[in-house]
């Protein structure tokens, strides 16, 4: 199985200043279809989850422009350019590139 | 707006069986494959299990292979899982959601809890 690791493990952040998540893959995510099936979701509290980027990059409808998601075979990033009250929450990368599809641990966002 | 409808969770003892049930609306269901994913108490996120969109093709993580089934009725509209000899570490809230293509999954249910226990 792909093990997901993220870091760091929580993320104290002043609202208004950016926050960073790193996601690594134990195996590169590139597809034999020539895509890459990393996505991030943020999981409010008591909530489901929500997705925000997919295909590594790719801004799912309605969701902010602040948040923004990079990298490229077994390093993956996302930012927020300037955390929002309503950011708070648990962030999870997924990977979809092999069976079984596998998260990482997730990312604790929280306001200083 | 697209929305999925949840039922079906709660409390069974080890051994035990309980059928889970999502049921879809504002959009065309048969089009879209679709997933399972748990949760267990304070703790991540875990894939269980996935569906393609005519039923055909079906994908189990292997804690869950052999005892719990992903199926759907299209003219229902609506996605089950059926689960089999559960155990103690089956107790979580069970989401199910909706592939937009590229295993990009949204939107999720509510989630229904179940729970695992004598």
Same mark, same amino acid.
Request: contains cysteine.
């Given at each position: 199985? *792909?093990?997901?690791?993220?870091? =760091?493990?929580?993320? =104290?952040?002043?609202?208004?200043?950016?926050?960073? +998540?790193?996601?690594?893959?134990?195996?590169?995510?590139?597809?034999?279809?020539? $895509?890459?099936?990393?996505?991030?979701?943020?999981?409010?509290?008591?909530? =489901?989850?929500?997705?925000? +980027? @997919?295909? *590594?990059? $790719?801004?799912?409808?309605?969701? =902010?422009?602040?948040?923004?998601?990079?990298?490229?075979?077994?390093?993956?990033?996302? &930012?927020?350019?300037?955390?929002?009250?309503?950011?708070?929450?648990? @962030? @999870?990368?997924?990977?979809?590139?092999?069976?079984?599809?596998?998260?990482?641990?997730?990312?604790?966002?929280? +306001? &200083? | 707006?697209?929305?999925?409808?949840?039922?079906?969770?709660?409390?069974?003892?080890?051994?035990?069986?309980?059928?889970?049930?999502?049921?879809?609306?504002?959009?065309?269901?048969?089009?879209?494959?679709?997933?399972?994913?748990?949760?267990?108490?304070?703790?991540?996120?875990?894939?269980?299990?996935?569906?393609?969109?005519?039923?055909?093709?079906? !994908?189990?993580?292997?804690?869950?292979?052999?005892?719990?089934?992903?199926?759907?009725?299209?003219?229902?509209?609506?996605?089950?899982?059926?689960?089999?000899?559960?155990?103690?570490?089956?107790?979580?809230? !069970?989401?199910?959601?909706?592939?937009?293509?590229?295993?990009?999954?949204?939107?999720?249910?509510?989630?229904?809890?179940?729970?695992?226990?004598?």
């Amino acid at each position: 199985d *792909i093990v997901m690791t993220q870091t =760091p493990l929580s993320s =104290p952040v002043t609202l208004g200043q950016p926050a960073s +998540i790193s996601c690594r893959s134990s195996q590169s995510l590139v597809h034999t279809d020539g $895509n890459t099936y990393l996505s991030w979701l943020h999981q409010r509290p008591g909530q =489901p989850p929500r997705l925000l +980027i @997919y295909k *590594i990059s $790719n801004r799912f409808s309605g969701v =902010p422009d602040r948040f923004s998601g990079s990298g490229a075979g077994t390093d993956f990033t996302l &930012k927020i350019s300037r955390v929002e009250a309503e950011d708070v929450g648990v @962030y @999870y990368c997924m990977q979809a590139t092999q069976f079984p599809l596998t998260f990482g641990g997730g990312t604790k966002v929280e +306001i &200083k | 707006e697209v929305q999925l409808l949840q039922s079906g969770g709660g409390l069974v003892q080890p051994g035990g069986s309980l059928r889970l049930s999502c049921a879809a609306s504002g959009f065309t269901f048969s089009n879209y494959a679709m997933t399972w994913v748990r949760q267990a108490p304070g703790k991540g996120l875990e894939w269980v299990s996935g569906i393609s969109g005519d039923g055909g093709r079906t !994908y189990y993580a292997d804690s869950v292979k052999g005892r719990l089934t992903i199926s759907r009725d299209n003219s229902k509209n609506t996605l089950f899982l059926q689960m089999n000899s559960l155990r103690a570490d089956d107790t979580a809230v !069970y989401y199910c959601a909706k592939d937009q293509g590229y295993y990009d999954f949204d939107p999720w249910g509510q989630g229904t809890l179940v729970t695992v226990s004598s």
